[in-house]
């Protein structure tokens, strides 16, 4: 059963970093392809960013002007989102997903708030 | 870029009325990446159909996926009182994808 745990949310101020972890199990996990997707409370889903099975490449949401980076560890099976310069319209839930070329299999999410 | 808009926004039905969703893509597009979601509140998102028209398993016979181009269809045959949430459509390549802003589904 594929599964993906994500860690790592919580509440951060304005400016400040956080990094989101996401554990995989269940799956080949160096030979897909991974994504973040987030979504502001009672707002639609946003797609964040990619990365390849081997990390060679990334692909980011224009919106996101470089404040964020996307990282894998293969032999630990986890993905990673580097978040800096945090905003508080960056608050939402965090999800950690598997990217299967057609759709997606989602984690569970983890909550980040950006308040002062 | 490619941008998805979805209608309506907001639908109420009976339980037994048919839904017909719309996803429609700003340019055209190979239905084989168009994927639909149900989401209820609290949860992740749910797989309902994969490559335009592909019911994943479990998902109930009610639910059906069309179309092609710009012009996309969920359509459910006979509504259940389980069937509230938003459904949003996305549309996946390997280095970007983008979703619709949902139609959120009432049942009266």
């Known amino acids: 059963e594929v599964q993906l745990v994500e860690s790592g949310g919580g509440l951060v101020q304005p400016g400040g970093s956080l990094r989101l972890s996401c554990t995989a199990s269940g799956f080949t996990f160096s030979i897909h392809w991974m994504t973040w997707v987030r979504q502001v409370p009672g707002k639609g889903l946003e797609w964040l960013a990619n990365?390849?099975?081997?990390?060679?490449?990334?692909y980011y949401v224009d919106s996101l002007n470089g404040r964020f980076t996307i990282s894998r560890d293969n032999v630990r099976n986890s993905l990673y989102l580097q978040m800096n310069s945090l905003r508080v319209e960056d608050t939402a839930v965090y999800y950690c997903a598997r990217d299967r070329g057609n759709h997606v299999d989602w984690g569970q999410g983890t909550l980040v708030t950006v308040s002062s | 870029e490619i941008v998805l808009t979805q209608s309506p926004g907001t639908v109420s039905l009976s339980p037994g009325e048919r839904a017909a969703l719309s996803c429609r893509a700003s340019q055209s597009f190979s239905s084989a990446y168009l994927a639909w979601y149900q989401q209820k509140p609290g949860q992740p998102p749910r797989l309902l159909i994969l490559?335009?028209?592909t019911r994943t398993p479990g998902v109930p016979a009610r639910f059906s996926g069309s179309g092609s181009g710009t012009d996309f269809t969920l359509t459910i045959s006979r509504l259940e009182p389980e069937d509230y949430g938003i459904y949003y459509c996305?549309?996946?390549?390997?280095?970007?994808?983008?979703f619709g802003p949902g139609t959120r589904v009432d049942i009266k």
């Open positions: 490559g335009g028209s």
């Open positions: 990365i390849k099975g081997d990390g060679s490449e990334k």
């Open positions: 996305q549309m996946t390549g390997h280095s970007w994808s983008t």
